[in-house]
Structure formats: structure tokens, C-alpha cells
């Protein structure tokens, strides 16, 4: 629930007691599942987990259930890569599907869940995107710039990622961080504004598959300075 503020201890006493077992064992294996220690010194996937929760203490119920989520795909992770996580972002949705089914969880903590997961790792790639894949990651973010309340998620989830860790972030990767907020906050600001009327010749544009096209091209072109 948003009221408490103790998500953290609770999860960590469930861990403790035992009842992992019974209704988590994927987060039990994040313990299990080893870290780079030049991103992680923490050095296992769980202590991570932990640590990014600290940081969402004030955040509503599906934002932190989508950080504790946020990295369960690692623990599909094939053992001959490990300690990296080559697609743990993909691998995530199974997973969470499953956790939630047996949860009986709401389907709005599933889908927060799995959007997170899946984003997560290409929000950090924002400050890199090219104009036409920025246009279209905020545009799956944000029901294509009518609702930003997921897009204000992954924000906070990759906030508590970044965070989230035994020593603090690097002054880059905090740079990176926040030139990524930056960008995908001026796309959304700016093409939450614009329909398609305004575009050039909007009367005579053929009324068929091609017009996305002709409206996605658009958009991109008005954040070309971004």
C-alpha cells in the first residue's frame, strides 16, 4: 500500500522467516544469482533488490512492486554468461506472469511490473536513442503521449536502480541518468501537445495504413533539436 512506508523490512522479514520458499522462491534465487561487482559490489542480484527498495520507501504500492520486480529476469540468466545479464530484461515477463498469478496479484501491479522490467534497461540507453527510437520508446510509455503515469514509473523504478547499490552511483552514470530523464520528459511535454491536424496537408493525407507513417514522421521531426 502507498501508506507504508516499510515495504523494505517486510520484504526483508519474509525472507528471513522463511515464507520465500512458499510464496517467492523466484526472488529467493536472486540471492543466488551473482553480480558484476564493478556495477554491483553488492555482488548478487537480491542485495540489489533490497537496496533499490530502500530507496522507493515513498513511492505508491505498484511503483515498489515494480522495483522489486524490476531485475527477476536475471535469475533466467544461462550460468555460462553469468555474471553478466545479457537480456534479463526480455526474459522478465514469464516470469512475472507467473509470480502474479499465483499472487493473485491486481493486474495493474502486473502490468507496471512487467513494463518496468522491460524497459528498464533501454531508459539508460535514452541519452543514445536516435530521434525516430526516442520517439517511439516515450510513445509505448505513454499510450503514444495521451498518459505519462508510466513513463513517471520507469522514471522512479531506474531511480531506485541507479540508487540502489552498495556504494554510490558514479557522477556519469548519474549524468547519464538524469540527461535521460530530461530527453524522454521534453518529448513527451512537447508531443503530448501536437495532433494530427497540425500536420502539413492534413486534409488530403490518404485515410489508410500509411497515414501513422506519414504522423509518425512528424513527430519525429519536431524532436529533432532534442
Not at 179 to 207: G, I, T, W
Request: aromatic letters at 8%; charged letters at 25%.
Amino acid at each position: 500500500r502507498s501508506s507504508d512506508l516499510h515495504f523494505v523490512k517486510f520484504i526483508a522479514a519474509m525472507r528471513e522467516c522463511g515464507a520465500w520458499q512458499a510464496l517467492l522462491p523466484e526472488l529467493e534465487q536472486l540471492w543466488q544469482t551473482p553480480e558484476h561487482t564493478d556495477f554491483h559490489p553488492e555482488s548478487n542480484s537480491g542485495a540489489h533488490t533490497l537496496l533499490a527498495l530502500e530507496q522507493a520507501e515513498t513511492l505508491d504500492g505498484v511503483s515498489k512492486f515494480a522495483v522489486l520486480m524490476h531485475d527477476i529476469g536475471k535469475i533466467a540468466t544461462p550460468p555460462e554468461i553469468l555474471p553478466r545479464h545479457i537480456g534479463h530484461d526480455a526474459a522478465a515477463a514469464p516470469i512475472i506472469n507467473r509470480i502474479c498469478k499465483r499472487l493473485k496479484a491486481p493486474n495493474k501491479y502486473k502490468e507496471a511490473a512487467v513494463s518496468a522490467a522491460a524497459q528498464h534497461m533501454r531508459f539508460y540507453a535514452v541519452p543514445q536513442m536516435r530521434h525516430a527510437t526516442l520517439r517511439d520508446f516515450v510513445a509505448d510509455l505513454s499510450r503514444q503521449f495521451r498518459d505519462d503515469e508510466n513513463l513517471k514509473r520507469l522514471i522512479a523504478v531506474c531511480r531506485c536502480d541507479l540508487y540502489g547499490r552498495a556504494l554510490p552511483p558514479s557522477a556519469e552514470n548519474i549524468a547519464d541518468y538524469e540527461n535521460a530523464v530530461l530527453r524522454c520528459r521534453k518529448v513527451y511535454d512537447r508531443l503530448s501537445q501536437v495532433r494530427a491536424e497540425d500536420m502539413p496537408h492534413f486534409a488530403s493525407l490518404p485515410r489508410d495504413a500509411s497515414f501513422f507513417e506519414h504522423w509518425r514522421q512528424y513527430q519525429i521531426k519536431l524532436i529533432e533539436d532534442l
